[in-house]
């Protein structure tokens, strides 16, 4: 497309099984996530973020993580993630099966204190331990940094804060660094300085897209940081989700719209877009609502018949 400098191919991380349904309700079946995961898998996402080791307590939804562990096909060519807190979850999730794992830290202190009941420095404390395990044990580790384009508690957030807490995690080990707008307030130009200021501390190859879409931008700061470079994007089918420590926030960009995007676009993902609307469909229709992508909405019929 003329005037647009992209990435040939982008990798998809589907996060919906994890920061999709972590704030649902209601019980979510662990059959039901294993299902989802299975359809996310067929239809061809390379990696699928399945489950939290945090405290039962403070995200009940995840307490079931190690038996979707024990369920979901391990022979497929499948990245699968968990989230890892602390060396407690490290462990946990090491017993479980996992084989790559995740921390999360912030951007601002105000979400940290929230989201893992510390401040940003005691958060790099805990993280660097599960670093340290987990390149003794081959285990790759990803590192998510909250609050990159704003925070609920803070407001405005700079991008020298993201870049710095992003140079650590690297340094730590995290082999990507996932850069989240969890509250979905970013723009585009806002968001090209985000990356800017954090590629100077960490290649672009080694950073993701993790938009939430709550106020409806999240598709164009993606179109906006692939310019910049960057080639892998997180995204959770049917538009699912929402942070319990971000008031208010929506899900993360839906899976079908960035895929439909992309194809329009001529980029490669190697997702099939019929495949995760069904998969789209199907985890609503469980959950007995509508998804939030409007692709999926505007496709049903499409979906439906071919069902
Ligand atoms: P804490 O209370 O400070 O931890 O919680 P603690 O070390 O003082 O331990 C207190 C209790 O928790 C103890 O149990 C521990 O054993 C237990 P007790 O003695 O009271 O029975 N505990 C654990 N249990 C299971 N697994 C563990 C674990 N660690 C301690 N790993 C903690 C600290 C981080 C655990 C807590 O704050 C927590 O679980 N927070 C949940 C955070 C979370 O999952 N948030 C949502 C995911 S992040 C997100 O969605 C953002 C992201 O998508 C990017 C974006 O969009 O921005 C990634
Ligand atoms: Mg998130």
């Given at each position: 497309m003329s005037g647009l400098v992209l990435p040939a191919r982008v990798r998809l991380v589907?996060?919906?099984?994890?920061?999709?349904?972590?704030?649902?309700?209601?019980?979510?079946?662990?059959?039901?996530?294993?299902?989802?995961?299975?359809?996310?898998?067929?239809?061809g996402l390379p990696?699928?973020?399945?489950?939290?080791?945090?405290?039962?307590?403070?995200?009940?939804?995840?307490?079931?993580?190690?038996?979707?562990?024990?369920?979901?096909?391990?022979?497929?060519?499948?990245?699968?993630?968990?989230?890892?807190?602390?060396?407690?979850?490290?462990?946990?999730?090491?017993?479980?099966?996992?084989?790559?794992?995740?921390?999360?830290?912030?951007?601002?202190?105000?979400?940290?204190?929230?989201?893992?009941?510390?401040?940003?420095?005691?958060?790099?404390?805990?993280?660097?331990?599960?670093?340290?395990?987990?390149?003794?044990?081959?285990?790759?580790?990803?590192?998510?940094?909250?609050?990159?384009?704003?925070?609920?508690?803070?407001?405005?957030?700079?991008?020298?804060?993201?870049?710095?807490?992003?140079?650590?995690?690297?340094?730590?080990?995290?082999?990507?660094?996932?850069?989240?707008?969890?509250?979905?307030?970013?723009?585009?130009?806002?968001?090209?300085?985000?990356?800017?200021?954090?590629?100077?501390?960490?290649?672009?190859e080694?950073?993701a897209a993790?938009?939430?879409?709550?106020?409806?931008?999240?598709l164009a700061n993606l179109l906006a940081v692939m310019e910049k470079g960057m080639a892998v994007i997180?995204s959770?089918?049917?538009?699912?989700?929402?942070?319990?420590?971000?008031?208010?926030?929506?899900?993360?960009v839906?899976t079908e719209d960035v895929v439909y995007m992309l194809d329009g676009l001529g980029v490669e993902t190697g997702v099939d877009l019929?495949?995760v609307?069904?998969?789209?469909?199907?985890?609503?229709?469980?959950?007995?609502?509508?998804?939030?992508?409007?692709v999926?909405?505007?496709?049903?019929?499409?979906?439906?018949?071919?069902?």
């Amino acid at each position: 497309m003329s005037g647009l400098v992209l990435p040939a191919r982008v990798r998809l991380v589907e996060v919906g099984p994890r920061d999709g349904l972590q704030n649902e309700p209601g019980t979510v079946p662990t059959a039901l996530k294993a299902e989802l995961i299975a359809r996310l898998v067929a239809a061809g996402l390379p990696a699928v973020e399945v489950g939290s080791f945090v405290s039962p307590k403070w995200i009940p939804q995840m307490a079931d993580s190690a038996d979707v562990l024990a369920q979901i096909d391990w022979d497929q060519p499948v990245d699968y993630p968990v989230l890892t807190p602390n060396m407690k979850g490290f462990e946990n999730a090491l017993a479980a099966g996992a084989r790559e794992v995740a921390v999360f830290g912030a951007a601002s202190e105000g979400f940290s204190q929230r989201n893992i009941n510390c401040s940003i420095a005691e958060s790099l404390d805990r993280f660097a331990p599960v670093c340290a395990a987990a390149r003794d044990r081959g285990i790759k580790v990803r590192g998510y940094i909250s609050c990159v384009l704003g925070c609920p508690y803070e407001g405005d957030v700079a991008p020298a804060a993201v870049a710095a807490v992003a140079e650590r995690l690297l340094a730590m080990g995290c082999y990507e660094i996932s850069l989240g707008d969890t509250i979905g307030t970013g723009t585009p130009a806002k968001a090209q300085a985000m990356v800017e200021a954090v590629a100077r501390v960490v290649p672009r190859e080694r950073l993701a897209a993790h938009f939430h879409d709550t106020y409806g931008q999240a598709l164009a700061n993606l179109l906006a940081v692939m310019e910049k470079g960057m080639a892998v994007i997180d995204s959770s089918v049917g538009g699912l989700g929402g942070c319990p420590y971000a008031n208010g926030a929506a899900g993360n960009v839906a899976t079908e719209d960035v895929v439909y995007m992309l194809d329009g676009l001529g980029v490669e993902t190697g997702v099939d877009l019929d495949a995760v609307i069904a998969a789209a469909w199907f985890v609503c229709d469980a959950l007995g609502r509508r998804p939030a992508s409007k692709v999926a909405l505007a496709l049903e019929g499409r979906v439906r018949k071919s069902a």
